[in-house]
């Protein structure tokens, strides 16, 4: 069967979602989770992860843009949700009209939602102990007090928070460091009048592996995909399921002999007689071009395993804009076979990880860079989505 019109898919599993946020629920008590659900779910889809997580108990939502947040107040979503920066002034009318939770750190951003603002607005302060990001510098707080104190009748603070650098490294001492920083900002506005009612400052990295920085609640993007942060937390990802599939079907076939090259620039060189599958998936779907050649000292070697029959075969040659190479040896494959890219095939399983590791990244970049291009099923939905 084809979706979308391929033979490709991204298959998305609302229940391990569910899953994910109740661990991190309980990892996380007495502190709240709310879900990440930027960036289109971390490619998952934004719509479908948000009401999963709010079935599974998670009590708000947190995004980057306003159109994130406008995308999922129009498919009915109404719980709180924050966004995670300032943004443009052309926003304010959409983010104050679709109840968004504005995040500020500049004076700028607090007039502007005052002189728009027709009602009462609840903000969450950013404060910056160390990312040098966005949020208010330590140094500044003091004049962004003076300026909401001014402004007060329109903004109320409801939240104060940070963003820590190096929560995947639970030994690293910017953990300790910036939610010091963070402990002396909040007492700071407490003695000038500002009342801290909610703090948040752990990320999943933080929310697994952190207790001192859980605080009111954790804001959880990439565990409640089922995805690791990084390496240094893995050993706390052993209840997180994998949220999402992503799958093939062979489109030819073909028998090769020894001394045969394959795709563009020809890197990579059969040593013996074999079969190649062809499967209808490129960098254009987000599967990166290097994906199918390691270079290891100089000399390029096959790349990245997909699932097929059971068993991991290479991606041969670089990966193309619309389909790669498969060397599956002499394993009886035909055209119409199944490929796993990401996902389980009989035993066997590759991880989101697993890319992120070869191309020396994070699981985050694997799936927010699965394109718009795959057709993405819901599984329990009988259409794609
Ligand atoms: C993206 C983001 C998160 C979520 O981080 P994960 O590592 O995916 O859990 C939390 N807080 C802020 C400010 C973010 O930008």
Redesign the pocket.
């Known amino acids: 069967m084809t979706r979308g019109g391929r033979w490709a898919r991204v298959d998305v599993d609302p229940t391990a979602i569910e899953h994910n946020v109740g661990v991190l629920r309980r990892r996380s008590e007495p502190a709240g989770v709310w879900a990440?659900v930027?960036?289109d779910g971390?490619g998952h889809g934004a719509v479908v992860a948000a009401q999963a997580a709010l079935r599974a108990g998670a009590a708000g939502l947190?995004v980057?843009l306003v159109a994130e947040g406008v995308e999922l107040r129009e498919a009915g979503v109404d719980a709180p949700i924050l966004l995670?920066?300032e943004q443009p002034v052309d926003q304010v009318d959409a983010m104050l009209h679709y109840r968004m939770t504005p995040t500020v750190y500049t004076s700028g951003s607090v007039n502007a939602l005052a002189d728009r603002a027709d009602a009462p607005v609840a903000v969450h302060v950013?404060v910056d102990t160390g990312m040098q990001?966005?949020g208010v510098q330590p140094g500044d707080v003091a004049a962004l007090v003076e300026v909401l104190h001014a402004r007060a009748d329109v903004v109320s603070v409801a939240g104060v928070?940070t963003?820590l650098a190096c929560?995947?490294e639970p030994d690293h001492p910017a953990n300790d460091e910036q939610l010091g920083a963070f402990d002396r900002v909040l007492a700071e506005l407490v003695a000038a009048g500002v009342p801290v009612g909610i703090q948040?400052a752990?990320?999943?990295?933080?929310?697994l592996a952190n207790p001192g920085a859980r605080r009111s609640f954790?804001?959880?993007?990439?565990?409640?995909?089922g995805i690791s942060?990084g390496p240094g937390v893995d050993h706390l990802c052993d209840e997180l399921r994998p949220a999402l599939d992503l799958a093939a079907r062979v489109s030819l076939v073909k028998r090769v002999a020894a001394g045969t090259h394959v795709s563009y620039g020809w890197r990579h060189r059969f040593d013996r007689d074999t079969t190649v599958a062809t499967v209808p998936v490129g960098y254009a779907d987000g599967v990166p071009r290097r994906l199918g050649t390691v270079s290891d000292g100089g000399v390029v070697r096959a790349g990245a395993d997909v699932l097929i029959g059971g068993r991991r075969c290479p991606i041969v040659g670089v990966v193309t804009m619309d389909q790669f190479m498969v060397d599956v040896g002499d394993l009886p494959v035909a055209a119409g076979d199944d490929v796993v890219l990401i996902g389980e095939q009989g035993d066997q399983r590759i991880r989101a990880e697993d890319w992120a590791e070869r191309l020396g990244t994070i699981g985050?970049e694997v799936v927010c860079g699965l394109s718009a291009r795959l057709p993405r099923m819901v599984l329990g939905d009988s259409e794609p989505s």
């Open positions: 990440v930027k960036a971390y947190c980057a995670l920066s950013n990001r966005v928070y963003h929560a995947d948040h752990a990320n999943s990295a933080a929310a954790v804001r959880a993007g990439i565990a409640i995909y942060p985050y």
